[in-house]
């Protein structure tokens, strides 16, 4: 659960209103309720406080959930909550988010 997570965990994010997958992310807090009181319209009470160092990665969501659609498949199964991935996993993840031929670059404004 969102709850669980811990100051030091590496993140994604899913943006379900762009379709991609973005990060890696580190948790800069705990996650806690109502950081942001009002963000997202209070449909997400659980959050966390994030830094990252560049570079971002983005890719659209399609490529993760369908791995036969690519050379370079990222093979994860994709939920509609929180969902959390083994050390391994997450490594894996990353690298394979870095290499993949319709990854991009991007820059997070803070």
């Known amino acids: 659960m969102v709850d669980e997570i811990e100051e030091g965990d590496l993140s994604f994010l899913h943006n379900r209103e762009s379709g991609r997958l ?28 994030v830094t990252w160092s560049e570079p971002v990665y983005q890719l659209p ?12 498949p990222i093979s994860l199964p994709i939920r509609d909550k929180f969902q959390a991935l083994s050390q391994e996993q997450a490594e894996r993840f990353l690298t394979a988010l870095e290499n993949h031929e319709r990854s991009q670059k991007i820059i997070c404004k803070r």
């Open 61 to 72: 969501i399609d490529e993760v959930s369908d791995p036969s659609t690519t050379e370079n």
């Open 22 to 49: 973005m990060g890696p992310f580190e948790a800069a807090t705990d996650s806690t309720m109502r950081i942001v009181e009002h963000a997202w319209d209070g449909r997400f009470p659980f959050q966390v406080s």
